[in-house]
């Protein structure tokens, strides 16, 4: 129940006669039992918040404040009641509020935002954020106990929630798997009921209505644009459920939603709510603005000519001309008129130049095959002085030729998301350099956790990791290759799948990072050779003989992971052989055969990453041997035998039993003389061959 003085705390001070009336309204109400509020603009005491979330200058609430990943929640400052008598009924109520998702990279997004009810003794403690919105985790989604109702606006489709898009209202009792759920738009009156799709993260300012009835249990769900001149008549989301089971009593309300280097901001410019009587309508005209978006307007010019004689005016010309003749060269790009259609997605260079602070050699991540990455700090716009992480790839590319269709494979492969790929920002080009864009990765290369460590003496402490985190990472890859392979639009090859292009985010997922790069090099030159691309050991045989990459051959390349991850060796490996008497000798081995031995000797616990057995927490080692013994699966020097993306994940997932093989049947000989084929030096090579295994010459005495 509401106390005049709580909705004073709830109303910006300077809108006094709206505090008036509602004191009028509290009082009203206090009188026959019914809750209603409605607040336009907020000030820090509208709310209790929690983590991501701040209230602005301006009086708008930000869900999503800051790059960290962090879960947010504002909650009405008082539990409510939404029953008469602690065990009658959950009364009739309703919400309106107006929000709005502002999105600052088109090419990303994040998960939305949610309005919930929630218990007033919960705390959210053990909550996610992301795609559980903060409100609940896995392992206690949809769980009766939560006693949560809440309705998602989610810009993020997640396979695991089973979400239709990744534009979508939901309706969600318990957690965030929709009870119902409809991709975001509404029924427009005007023109006799049509359905008019609405994009939530648009940056455009909508209203939602949420109205749940006591007799008929029934919860509507309406969305509008918040121009459009009245609700809807029809709702988005109308369905039927007995929210007496679900509400606790008394119960906050509120919204949340989650912060992250992704940089999207949730905001909400007003609400209103009732119990027992409709939310009171918002009044447009009081709401806040939304910061704006993009750069501002330059009058810098203007302000220094104005007031200096002309002597000086004509030497600043001069030095101004200079000036932009140096910025010129300095921020030179290569623009061409097909690349207007791909306008949003393309970075200036003078932009890259500042985020990376001129390509400072202190700001090198790394160098490899296909060029140096940088790390930047890309400013956000409208967000007072808020800033994203980037990971810019600089590339010398010296052929027009394919340019255009790189280009555009750039532009589609930015539209592909998946929790476990890296998200690719946008590009930018210049005379002789191309640069790519990337979301920024906090832990780095898997490569390094996995192999910086592995010296085959077994008595290194370098950080390394546990076997739950390597079948994470593997799972997470594995699902994003089935992501390329099947679940897109087009069927994406990889090319390219290996443990340094799996790169580990803030949470340690894997993310498969540099799709589609391979394919610039096919463009790139000459079209009368064939060039093959890759990395040596993770070539299929077949790709070497006839250069045809498939999903069969990122299959092959991705149990040739499978091994690297779960051994921590590299396809070729190095052993300390015995000391004689000149010295130590070391042999190459290769890592499918070393397996395969193990395996024929009953030994296959043995091929697993010793660092990994002593970690001991969590370690599997039925786990770990399924995950070779899929990884030999893979492996198999017929592209027909490979399982595919879809089976290797039933197989993960234990929905499958693996298939009966045993050492024999995979015939070590055909598979190493196969294999042997894949580390010719005929095969062409790339720059980063050379640091992963020596040159190729060593190579070829190998066995
Ligand atoms: C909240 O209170 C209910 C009873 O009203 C109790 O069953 C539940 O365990 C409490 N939850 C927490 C998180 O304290
Ligand atoms: C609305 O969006 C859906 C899915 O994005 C699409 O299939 C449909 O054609 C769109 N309808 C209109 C009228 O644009
Ligand atoms: C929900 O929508 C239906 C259809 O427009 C309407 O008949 C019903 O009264 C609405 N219920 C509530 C609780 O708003």
């Known amino acids: 129940m509401l106390s005049p003085k709580e909705t004073h705390l709830a109303v910006p001070v300077h809108r006094h006669l709206v505090l008036f009336l509602l004191l009028g309204l509290a009082i009203a109400s206090l009188a026959t039992g019914d809750d209603q509020f409605v607040v336009t603009g907020f000030t820090q005491s509208s709310f209790n918040l929690e983590g991501a979330v701040t209230v602005t200058n301006g009086g708008l609430l930000d869900l999503s404040t800051g790059t960290s990943y962090l879960k947010g929640h504002a909650l009405y400052p008082t539990p409510l009641h939404f029953r008469k008598t602690p065990n009658g009924k959950v009364q009739s109520f309703s919400a309106c509020f107006v929000f709005s998702i502002v999105n600052t990279y088109p090419l990303l997004s994040d998960d939305g935002m949610a309005f919930f009810i929630a218990p007033a003794n919960t705390s959210f403690a053990g909550a996610t954020p992301g795609m559980y919105f903060g409100l609940v985790n896995s392992k206690d989604d949809g769980k009766p106990s939560n006693r949560i109702f809440a309705v998602e606006l989610d810009t993020y489709q997640n396979s695991e929630l089973h979400d239709m898009n990744d534009n979508h209202v939901g309706i969600d009792i318990n957690g965030a798997t929709s009870l119902s759920s409809a991709a975001a738009g509404f029924y427009d009156d005007e023109s006799g009921g049509a359905f008019r799709n609405l994009t939530l993260n648009d940056h455009s300012e909508m209203q939602l209505w949420v109205d749940y009835d006591e007799r008929s249990t029934r919860i509507n769900v309406t969305l509008a644009e918040l121009r459009a001149a009245a609700k809807p008549s029809r709702p988005l989301l109308s369905t039927t459920y007995d929210l007496s089971a679900v509400l606790g009593d008394p119960a906050y309300v509120g919204f949340s939603a989650t912060a992250g280097p992704i940089n999207v901001r949730d905001y909400v410019l007003g609400w209103s709510f009732g119990i027992n009587t409709p939310a009171p309508p918002i009044d447009v005209s009081k709401l806040p603005r939304l910061p704006r978006v993009g750069p501002k307007p330059r009058s810098k010019l203007l302000e220094i000519i104005l007031p ?168 997470g890859i594995a699902s994003a290759l089935l992501y390329l392979h099947e679940k897109w639009d087009k069927v994406v090859i990889h090319r390219d799948v290996k443990a340094s292009n799996v790169l580990l985010d803030h949470e340690m997922n894997g993310r498969l990072g540099d799709f589609g790069l391979a394919r610039l090099y096919d463009h790139g030159t000459d079209p009368q050779t064939t060039h093959m691309v890759g990395t040596m050991g993770y070539l299929a045989p077949e790709l070497v003989r006839t250069g045809k990459a498939s999903t069969d051959t990122d299959v092959f390349a991705f149990g040739m992971f499978l091994l690297e991850v779960t051994c921590g060796k590299r396809p070729l490996m190095m052993m300390m052989m015995q000391s004689t008497a000149e010295g130590r000798r070391d042999r190459q081995f290769f890592l ?57 994940m039933e197989y993960f997932d234990g929905d499958m039993p693996l298939p009966e ?17 894949a580390f010719s030096p005929t095969v062409m090579s790339y720059p980063q061959l050379t640091s992963s295994f020596g040159t190729v010459s060593d190579l070829s005495g190998g066995r």
């Open 308 to 475: 200096v004689s002309t002597a000086v005016l004509i030497l600043a010309v001069g030095a101004a001309t200079a000036m932009v003749a140096l910025t010129r060269w300095r921020y030179a790009e290569v623009r061409e008129d097909w690349e207007a259609e791909f306008g949003p997605h393309r970075f200036s260079y003078r932009e890259l130049w500042r985020a990376t602070g001129g390509f400072k050699r202190k700001h090198l991540l790394g160098e490899g095959g296909f060029g140096k990455v940088y790390k930047g700090v890309l400013p956000v716009p409208g967000s007072n002085g808020g800033t994203i992480d980037i990971a810019v790839k600089s590339m010398s590319h010296e052929s027009r030729q394919g340019m255009k269709e790189f280009i555009s494979e750039v532009v589609s492969i930015g539209k592909l998301r998946h929790r476990n790929l890296v998200q690719l920002l946008g590009y930018c080009r210049r005379k002789g350099e191309l640069f790519l864009v990337y979301d920024y990765m906090a832990n780095g290369s898997l490569d390094k956790y996995i192999h910086c460590c592995s010296g085959d003496d077994g008595h290194r402490s370098d950080p390394t990791l546990n076997w739950s985190q390597r079948f994470q990472v593997i799972k």
């Open 592 to 648: 499918v055969d070393w397996v395969l031995e193990h395996w024929k000797n009953g030994s296959l616990t043995e091929a697993v990453d010793r660092r990994v057995q002593y970690l001991d927490d969590g370690y599997d080692a039925d786990e770990a041997c399924t995950v070779l013994k899929i990884g030999l699966l893979c492996l198999h020097p017929f592209p027909s035998s490979r399982p595919s993306m879809r089976k290797i």
């Open 661 to 677: 093989l045993t050492p024999t049947k995979l015939n070590a000989n055909v598979l190493r003389v196969l294999q042997s084929n």
